[in-house]
Every structure is written in structure tokens, then in C-alpha cells.
């Protein structure tokens, strides 16, 4: 069982976000993880034979058999921003939803991700997630240059992902994943090549390269709108992309899906799920499930899913059913956005005049993978593959 929780909370909204936030300047924590917990015991309603998350299991992990709920594999908390969620409340949602799912082996057997802002990093509150089961951490560090930051709205400065890094390490959590953000616009004169060697320098496990997409009613937007920061500049992305992967390839990091390098193979293992098409399940506000065929998602804004789980009433907002058509398409793009690849066999006009002759993928042991070439044109690689007469 792979399991997201959404927390919705962010104390501002970054320039460039259109995410499904909540910005307050006190969080409603307990009414938060009561929410959830709710919403847990909803879903597993309709669900007859499963475990109700108020019932603690005597003896704790791995204890509480008799029920068909799998354990967890991984747990991811995502955001918003989860880090700003008080101990108390946060190790109270943890520990219920480990005892939720008793199957789970261990602690030490689950990947337990955390998504945290390096402000909220303190070595007290990095203890305090190792102590309620965390041992994973992605930082959303952005960039090294305090300038670039402040252009982002972000609330911590350059010092501080050090800092939280060394904090983290400290309590005992090493596996630490580092958010980075490419392709700013030319006049702010980011040093992409700075940044990635002071990333670099902390030796994180983990590294996730996102490139600025300008989304509608962001504060981006209306800036662009107005001429006060240029538009999105596809050279200036490919360069800093092919820039990152020859950095961290030269560092020991392995690109394993097209945004994700991992060093000594500390993949995500939730994210891997979601690649590798697996079922997983969300909790909270705009939180996506999925099975394997249908796909659905909760009411996104945080009073919305808030009243319709306090009335009883299901915080779904949608689902889409996938047809046979649309998943083989989703299949296709999913091994190609990682380096699984797919079978040189399924796509025998692959060659030298195609794809391979083009430097967008590579074949190796039968496997016809991308380079950082084709990742950069995927969906003119689809297409490809999809339709071979279109690339030659
Ligand atoms: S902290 Fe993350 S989720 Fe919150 S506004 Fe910034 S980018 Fe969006």
C-alpha cells in the first residue's frame, strides 16, 4: 500500500505556485489530522473487513492481524507544506495511521517521506519527526542565492537549507532529497551551475530538478502578463537541464526518471510507485488515489473537503476510468519518463534513422531507453513511437 497525505497549509504562496493551498498564519492542525483520520475511516466504510484508525492495536507495529488491510510501504506527506504541522499533531497522524494498517512490517521497513521548507528544519523538530517515524525528508530548497529567493516569495534564506540539512543529519535522518528549480527568467542572472555545486556539496541522497512552468493565477503570471519578467525560454531549459545531468552524473548521481537523480540507488520509492503504474491512496484535500484502472481526486480547497467530511459526505470531487487505449498511452509515457525503458522488441522500427540515430534514446540490453536528449523531447518521442512515420 502506497498512502499520500495531503497537507494543504502554507504561511504565503510562492510566485510561481498554483498549488491547492491553504495560507493561514495559524494552522488548524488537530481539526486537520481529525479530518483525515475521518476521511480514513469513511473510505474504509464502504470497504467491509478493514481497520478503523481509532483502533490501537495492543503492542504496536506489526501487531493487530486478523484484518485483509496490506501494510505500508511507503507513507508520503506532501504539501503545502507538512512541516509546518505542529509535533504533536504530526506524530498523532503518523501513529494512527501506522496503527491503521498493522500489516505494516516495521519502521524500518517503510519509506516515510516528509516534505519540509528548510525554515521549519530546528534539530528539536528533526528529532521529533525521526522519533514518530520519519525517515525521509525532501527539502524544498529552491536555489543557494538568497536574491533568486526572495523573487520566489520563499520564506527562507540560502543559509538556512545547510542549516536544516545538518539538523536532519543530526537526528539520524540521512536520507534527504533536495528540491531544485531551473530555467528562471534570464534577468535575474541565476548561476544554475552555483546553485547545482553548492546542492551538490551537501551531499544529498536524493536530488528533484523542476523546470518554471508559468501557471494562471500565479503571481508569475501577472508578471509576465505585464512585462515586469520575461516568459518561459526553451533554450535556457534545455541547456540548464543537460547542464544538471552532466553535474550530477559527474557527482556519482543517477538520472532515474526525468526530474529524479538518486546516488547509492536512493530512488523515491513512493514516486517510483506512481511510475510504475502501481495503485496507491490519497487522504486529504486534492488528494488523487488510484487503482490501476480509475483515477480519483478530493475537492482541492481545504474548506470544501473540510465540510463535506464533517457532514459524512464522500470529499471526492471526481474520477476519471481510463480506457484500454489511454492506459497503454499512460503505460508508454511512464516507462519513458524513467530509465525502465521499454522492450526494443514492442518498437521494432527504432533505428539508426529514428530515434536512436537522433541521440533521443539509447538501446541497451534490449531496452530502449531515453537520454537526456529524448527527455527533453517526450512527447515528440511518444508521438514517435506511436506513430513511426512521423519521425522519419
Ligand atoms: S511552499 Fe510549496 S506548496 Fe506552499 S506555496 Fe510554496 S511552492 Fe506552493
Not at 508520503?76 to 501506522?98: K, N
Not at 486534492?286 to 470544501?304: I, M, Q, T, V, Y
Not at 540490453?365 to 513511437?385: I, K, M, N, P, Y
Request: aromatic residues 8%; hydrophobic residues 40%.
Amino acid at each position: 500500500m502506497h498512502l499520500y497525505i495531503h497537507v494543504p497549509f502554507c504561511v504565503r504562496r510562492c510566485s510561481y505556485c498554483d498549488f491547492s493551498i491553504a495560507v493561514r498564519k495559524r494552522i488548524p492542525a488537530e481539526e486537520y489530522v481529525n479530518t483525515v483520520l475521518a476521511e480514513l475511516v469513511m473510505q474504509r466504510r464502504s470497504s467491509p473487513g478493514r481497520v478503523d484508525p481509532g483502533a490501537v492495536p495492543r503492542g504496536g507495529w506489526g501487531v493487530g492481524g486478523g484484518t485483509s488491510e496490506p501494510g505500508l510501504d511507503t507513507l508520503y506527506l506532501g504539501g503545502g507544506t507538512p512541516s509546518l504541522l505542529p509535533v504533536p499533531e504530526l506524530s498523532r497522524l503518523i501513529t494512527s495511521l501506522l496503527h491503521a494498517f498493522p500489516s505494516t512490517p516495521s519502521p524500518l521497513a517503510l519509506e516515510a517521506t516528509l516534505e519540509a521548507n528548510p525554515e521549519d528544519v530546528t534539530p528539536e523538530n528533526a528529532r521529533a519527526w525521526r522519533d514518530a517515524g520519519v525517515n525521509r525528508v525532501s527539502l524544498g530548497a529552491q536555489s543557494f542565492d538568497d536574491r533568486v529567493l526572495a523573487w520566489m516569495h520563499r520564506s527562507h534564506d540560502a543559509a538556512r537549507i545547510g542549516a536544516a540539512v545538518h539538523a536532519l543529519r543530526g537526528a539520524g535522518i540521512d536520507n534527504i532529497s533536495l528540491d531544485l528549480i531551473f530555467a528562471l527568467p534570464a534577468e535575474l542572472q541565476r548561476d544554475w551551475g552555483r546553485d547545482l555545486d553548492l546542492a551538490l556539496a551537501l551531499l544529498p541522497s536524493h536530488l528533484s530538478l523542476y523546470g518554471l512552468t508559468v501557471e494562471e493565477r500565479t503571481p508569475l503570471a501577472r508578471w509576465i502578463s505585464r512585462g515586469a519578467a520575461s516568459p518561459p525560454d526553451d533554450e535556457r531549459y534545455a541547456a540548464e537541464y543537460l547542464l544538471a545531468h552532466e553535474r550530477l552524473a559527474a557527482a556519482g548521481y543517477h538520472f532515474y526518471e526525468i526530474s529524479n537523480a538518486a546516488r547509492d540507488g536512493q530512488r523515491s520509492r513512493h514516486n517510483s510507485a506512481y511510475w510504475s503504474g502501481r495503485s496507491y491512496v490519497g487522504l486529504g484535500p486534492a488528494a488523487h488515489s488510484f487503482d490501476g484502472r480509475a483515477r480519483r481526486w478530493n475537492l482541492s480547497a481545504w474548506e470544501a473537503y473540510r465540510r463535506a467530511v464533517l457532514a459524512g459526505r464522500s470529499p471526492m470531487e471526481s474520477e476519471e476510468v481510463l480506457t484500454p487505449e489511454q492506459q497503454e498511452l499512460e503505460r508508454l509515457y511512464l516507462l519513458l519518463r524513467t530509465n525502465e525503458g521499454v522492450f526494443q522488441s514492442d518498437y521494432p522500427t527504432i533505428g539508426p534513422s529514428g530515434a536512436v540515430g537522433r541521440g533521443w534514446v539509447e538501446v541497451r540490453d534490449g531496452r530502449v531507453r531515453c537520454t537526456a536528449e529524448g527527455w527533453l523531447r517526450l512527447d515528440a518521442l511518444v508521438h514517435a513511437l506511436t506513430r513511426p512515420t512521423a519521425i522519419s
